[in-house]
């Protein structure tokens, strides 16, 4: 108050409302730092955005003291100044000041991605510029006591009043900031950037909605994704934990993956049919379909609870049935074949010497059996055991590795018939095909 400037005053005030932030600004990120609690699941971040908010409204209340004042010296009174070299000297310190906790501020902001301590370097920041002026506005008042231009003594509410919009214009940024941050207002371009990178993931068919969210330095997105319909819980699983990688290498965040089942572009009847089985909980296999005199009729193997009676197991067959008819462009002839899903897992007694000696004349038989080119290079690991009084033979048959899996099982079913037709006795047959070089 020695040299009775404005602009002194205005940055001196400035300065001290530095001293609160910081303050306000150590507690915050005191308090933001402790980990999610039962009553706070989303943590304690947005403490560091409330701070912020505190600290804007000072700043505000501060300018519009300092623009009030500048306007009463500049049309009401004028005050006698008296600049000095001490009062350069103590500006030029803080201005030094300034400069190196702005620096300082703003590299561990970005290092631990907080919003108070950003806050703190813009605030500091623009500490610079109005120094700045505030030196300047001195060095004209004394400019003008000293060669006679009484005039320049209005350099100094002048400059108090862009220091006033200096702070004006950092409580508007830091304000708009924090406002949205409390609103959730998601981040710029993030949102599109998350969206392109999780729909170039194989298996995701579209990215339904993207919302982000920050709450001091971490970031919560929660993503709704499109996948085929038919995927399985683990299938699913897997592609979520693929949705988060891929957002982690843009941002830090808590992802949550919500998955929306679709049919994808172009679906094959077939995809459309296991679809609605899995509507209906049912387990299907063994789907066909032929197309005779302009119909398509269709087959499958529907597997039901072996406890089940015949009507109870009917009715499920005809829910399946009006399910597939339903199916857009699709009038079809329905024929499902129902057997029991087994779930008791019977003991089978050792194999024999009548097993051994049956194993080794199935091996023999089918390795007799001529082959066209590599459909069928050997048979081998034969065993037989008898299983509720029922005969099951399992064997594994080595071939081209090269041949499409639809000509191979064509060979297989061929080959389990020419068995069966040899040894009637055996109840089952199981052969396992595999390539050559794996034998």
Same mark, same amino acid.
Request: glycine letters at 6%; proline letters at 4%; aromatic letters at 6%.
């Given at each position: @108050?020695?040299? %009775?400037?404005?602009?002194?005053?205005?940055?001196?005030?400035?300065?001290?409302?530095?001293?609160?932030?910081?303050?306000?600004?150590?507690?915050?990120?005191?308090? +933001? #730092?402790?980990?999610? #609690?039962?009553?706070? &699941?989303?943590?304690? %971040?947005?403490?560091?955005?409330?701070?912020?908010?505190?600290?804007?409204?000072?700043?505000?209340?501060?300018?519009?003291?300092?623009?009030?004042?500048?306007?009463?010296?500049?049309? =009401?009174?004028?005050?006698?100044?008296?600049?000095?070299?001490? !009062?350069?000297?103590?500006?030029?310190?803080?201005?030094?000041? #300034?400069?190196?906790?702005?620096?300082?501020?703003?590299?561990?902001?970005?290092?631990?991605?907080?919003?108070?301590?950003?806050? $703190?370097?813009?605030?500091?920041?623009?500490?610079?510029?109005?120094?700045?002026?505030?030196?300047? +506005?001195?060095?004209?008042?004394?400019? %003008? *006591?000293?060669? %006679?231009?009484?005039?320049?003594?209005?350099? $100094?509410?002048?400059?108090?009043?862009?220091?006033?919009?200096? =702070?004006?214009?950092?409580?508007?940024?830091?304000?708009?900031? !924090?406002?949205?941050?409390?609103?959730?207002?998601? &981040?710029?371009? /993030?949102?599109?950037?998350?969206?392109?990178?999780?729909?170039? =993931?194989?298996?995701?068919?579209?990215?339904?909605?993207?919302?982000?969210?920050?709450?001091?330095?971490?970031?919560?997105?929660?993503?709704? =994704?499109?996948?085929?319909?038919?995927?399985?819980? *683990?299938?699913?699983?897997?592609? +979520?934990?693929?949705?988060?990688? +891929?957002?982690?290498?843009?941002?830090?965040?808590?992802? /949550?993956?919500? /998955?929306? &089942?679709?049919?994808?572009?172009?679906?094959?009847?077939?995809?459309?049919?296991?679809?609605?089985? *899995?509507?209906?909980?049912?387990?299907?296999?063994?789907?066909?379909?032929? *197309? @005779? $005199?302009?119909?398509?009729?269709?087959? @499958?193997?529907?597997?039901? $609870?072996?406890?089940?009676?015949?009507?109870?197991?009917?009715?499920?067959?005809?829910?399946?049935?009006?399910?597939?008819?339903?199916?857009? #462009? !699709?009038?079809?002839e329905v024929n499902i074949h129902i057997e029991p899903q087994g779930k008791r897992i019977p003991a089978s007694e050792s194999e024999s010497g009548e097993m051994q000696l049956l194993s080794r004349a199935v091996e023999e038989f089918v390795n007799a059996l001529p082959a066209k080119g590599n459909e069928r290079v050997d048979c081998h690991e034969v065993h037989v055991r008898e299983v509720d009084h029922r005969i099951v033979v399992s064997c594994h048959c080595a071939m081209d590795g090269d041949l499409p899996i639809t000509q191979v099982h064509d060979v297989m079913a061929a080959l389990e018939d020419r068995v069966r037709s040899q040894f009637p006795q055996i109840s089952r047959l199981t052969i396992h095909p595999e390539?050559?070089?794996?034998?």
């Amino acid at each position: @108050m020695t040299t %009775g400037s404005l602009s002194v005053l205005s940055e001196a005030l400035h300065s001290g409302l530095d001293l609160v932030a910081a303050v306000v600004t150590w507690l915050s990120v005191g308090i +933001s #730092d402790r980990p999610a #609690d039962e009553n706070h &699941p989303y943590g304690h %971040g947005k403490f560091e955005n409330f701070s912020a908010f505190v600290e804007t409204g000072l700043l505000l209340l501060t300018a519009l003291y300092i623009v009030w004042e500048a306007f009463h010296r500049l049309l =009401i009174r004028g005050v006698h100044l008296r600049p000095s070299v001490s !009062t350069l000297a103590v500006l030029l310190v803080g201005l030094g000041i #300034d400069l190196a906790r702005a620096r300082a501020l703003r590299r561990v902001a970005q290092r631990y991605r907080s919003e108070a301590l950003e806050a $703190d370097a813009l605030h500091f920041s623009a500490d610079v510029w109005s120094t700045t002026v505030v030196i300047a +506005s001195i060095a004209a008042v004394w400019a %003008g *006591q000293r060669w %006679g231009a009484p005039w320049l003594r209005y350099a $100094d509410p002048l400059a108090a009043l862009m220091v006033a919009g200096f =702070i004006i214009w950092v409580g508007g940024r830091l304000g708009r900031r !924090t406002i949205d941050a409390l609103l959730d207002a998601a &981040p710029v371009a /993030m949102q599109r950037r998350i969206a392109e990178a999780v729909e170039s =993931i194989d298996g995701v068919l579209r990215a339904e909605r993207v919302r982000v969210r920050r709450a001091g330095n971490r970031h919560f997105v929660d993503v709704t =994704i499109s996948l085929a319909r038919t995927a399985s819980l *683990q299938q699913a699983h897997l592609l +979520s934990d693929a949705v988060e990688k +891929s957002v982690a290498e843009i941002v830090p965040a808590d992802v /949550m993956v919500h /998955m929306e &089942p679709r049919a994808s572009a172009g679906e094959h009847l077939f995809e459309a049919v296991r679809a609605a089985a *899995q509507r209906l909980g049912l387990a299907i296999h063994e789907l066909s379909a032929h *197309q @005779m $005199d302009g119909r398509l009729f269709m087959e @499958m193997h529907l597997e039901v $609870d072996e406890h089940l009676s015949l009507r109870e197991a009917h009715r499920h067959a005809n829910e399946l049935e009006q399910a597939v008819r339903a199916l857009p #462009d !699709t009038q079809a002839e329905v024929n499902i074949h129902i057997e029991p899903q087994g779930k008791r897992i019977p003991a089978s007694e050792s194999e024999s010497g009548e097993m051994q000696l049956l194993s080794r004349a199935v091996e023999e038989f089918v390795n007799a059996l001529p082959a066209k080119g590599n459909e069928r290079v050997d048979c081998h690991e034969v065993h037989v055991r008898e299983v509720d009084h029922r005969i099951v033979v399992s064997c594994h048959c080595a071939m081209d590795g090269d041949l499409p899996i639809t000509q191979v099982h064509d060979v297989m079913a061929a080959l389990e018939d020419r068995v069966r037709s040899q040894f009637p006795q055996i109840s089952r047959l199981t052969i396992h095909p595999e390539p050559t070089e794996e034998r």
